[in-house]
């Protein structure tokens, strides 16, 4: 496991929406082949970015309810939470640039 953190159902209230920080969420499954290729980039911005936001990640096979309550149809899915609410979203493989550009701009930092 990397530096992303494993959100699950049980925890995401405590982790996204309760942390104060922004948060990306990046909505996953085993079996999903465009899941893999993103996930080094989601790792990455998790090391990057550890101190200024929760870099998190669902297995939507294991997790149910948060992906429901969030319309999640396509993995891969990144949400982007600020004070707990969905402020954007990427559906599909994204480059990296795209993603930190959004991280970015949800800390504040562009």
Same mark, same amino acid.
């Given at each position: 496991m990397g530096m992303a953190k494993e959100i699950t159902d049980a925890n995401f209230e405590e982790e996204i929406i309760k942390s104060g920080k922004p948060a990306l969420i990046d909505f996953w499954a085993v079996w999903c082949g465009p899941c893999r290729m993103i996930e080094p980039i989601i790792e990455e911005l998790a090391e990057r970015y550890k101190d200024k936001a929760v870099i998190g990640k669902m297995n939507v096979d294991e997790?149910?309810?948060?992906?429901?309550?969030?319309?999640?149809? /396509?993995?891969?899915?990144? $949400?982007?939470?600020?004070?707990?609410? *969905?402020?954007?979203? *990427? *559906?599909?493989? /994204?480059? /990296? /640039? *795209?993603?930190?550009?959004?991280?970015?701009? $949800?800390?504040?930092?562009?």
């Open positions: 997790n149910y309810n948060v992906p429901v309550q969030y319309g999640i149809r /396509a993995i891969p899915t990144i $949400l982007f939470f600020k004070d707990g609410e *969905v402020v954007d979203r *990427v *559906v599909g493989v /994204a480059p /990296a /640039a *795209v993603l930190e550009e959004k991280l970015k701009k $949800l800390i504040g930092e562009n």
